[in-house]
């Protein structure tokens, strides 16, 4: 019998047709990571196809390429230009260093967030733990303000507003009690729950009258209420 997570997830899937994933390498994920801060994914989608173009989506096309290029290409991203550089000309090093990094993300759980470290932006909830679950492939949920929105909001685990590591840990366990412990499923949880705090299940203003979720949504009935 399915899970309600596997029911939201249909819903989702039917409600928004097919959403892209995050990349499933290991350096490609950890580029994508630097252009997303600050940025749109239209904007970051046209940073990464600048880069890809100049065949700087591997470490070592990264590491050769002509300085002027990355930076033209990073700054399609949106700004903070020389911070993105900066970050990528320091993850490059690290990859460098440790040419096993795409295996090591495979080893035990704190292992692999060992060998991330020093890796700009890879070490939080979120970066680090997609890092695990999509190049890495181990059954790791990622936590960041949208994905913990849209699930605190459909019942699983306590939103805790001064301390952001305890509504991830409560919203794992929640989430782990009645869904599949599979790379595949909690993929596909991450993908549609993520877009959907950006899309519908916003901060402010969320769409509620909109969403397909709204039936089976505590908060939404909690506001239809007041």
Known sequence: MASRADRFVAKLKKFYGTLPAPPSDAFTLFVWEILSNHSSDKK???AMAALKKHGALTVDGMWNCPPRKIEESVALAGPYVAQR????KKGVEAFRRNPELSSDIRRPHREAMRALKGIPLMGGE??????????GGQAVLPMDARFARVATRLGYGQRDDVNFAKTAKSVRLAIARETRDSVGAYRELYIHFEHHGG?????SDPKCDECPLVKDCPFAQSQHLR
Do not use: D, K, N, W
């Open 44 to 46: 970051r989608s046209a």
């Open 85 to 88: 550089v900066q970050a990528l």
């Open 126 to 135: 979120g970066s680090g733990y997609r890092m695990l679950l999509f190049p």
């Open 199 to 203: 899309a519908i299940c916003t901060e």
